[in-house]
């Protein structure tokens, strides 16, 4: 008798934790998620946009900041019957996102990746990419912030399956000469890809990190 007592015990204090340890998951989520939906001060955005271009460049900025604006004024140059264009009125710079809930909620992610994409300080490549493309990408990023890139042509890509694989080996050569290749997240197969000296990576994922948004060096 006093064994069953102690296994339905135990088994009571096993419920028992399992249901702490979900109440304590369930916790997090929620955390997240009221953290997610409180809105990000847009300068925290700017200053990010600042550190990605590292340089003084107000006029992009204030690109940026004209398109922060129409969402409180004219969200219809932005949004056409609830989807995501960057541009309705100048198809020269039009995006299509569509009209996803994680776009509308990460609205100024996606328009500073877009402003600082038209601008040549990001560049968004397809998952199928080649090697040869890529390196031309790079090689656009870093003549328009005038840095002396590394010769990226005897990179062996021969057997290589991924994208992935190829900006590791990329940020390999990279850093030695004291750049690095990053990503921007976007739920997607899509690649936001900026090219910055290795000394601002720290700081630039801090800032993300302040907009809840993720930037990594590709490893």
Not at 83 to 92: H, K, P, R, V
Not at 139 to 164: A, H, Q, R, V, W
Not at 188 to 203: H, M, P, W
Request: aromatic content about 10%; some cysteine; hydrophobic content about 35%.
């Amino acid at each position: 008798m006093n064994i069953f007592k102690r296994i339905f015990k135990t088994k009571k204090n096993i419920e028992k934790s399992s249901d702490l340890v979900i109440e304590a998951n369930n916790q997090i989520e929620t955390t997240f998620e009221e953290a997610k939906s409180e809105k990000i001060d847009e300068t925290q955005y700017i200053k990010l946009a600042k550190l990605l271009i590292e340089s003084d460049n107000n006029e992009i900025i204030e690109k940026y900041k004209v398109k922060l604006n129409h969402l409180k004024t004219t969200s219809e140059l932005i949004f056409d019957d609830g989807e995501y264009y960057f541009d309705t009125q100048n198809n020269e710079f039009q995006v299509y996102r569509g009209d996803s809930k994680e776009i509308k909620d990460n609205i100024e992610w996606f328009l500073l990746i877009d402003t600082l994409g038209f601008n040549r300080i990001l560049w968004e490549l397809d998952w199928k990419t080649g090697p040869e493309e890529t390196n031309s990408i790079l090689k656009s990023l870093s003549d328009f912030k005038n840095y002396n890139l590394p010769d990226l042509g005897t990179i062996n890509s021969e057997g290589m399956k991924s994208l992935d694989e190829y900006f590791r080996a990329v940020n390999n050569v990279l850093e030695k000469a004291g750049f690095v290749a990053i990503n921007l997240y976007i739920d997607s197969d899509s690649y936001i890809t900026g090219l910055i000296k290795i000394e601002n990576l720290k700081s630039i994922i801090g800032q993300a990190d302040k907009c809840l948004q993720r930037i990594s060096k590709y490893e």
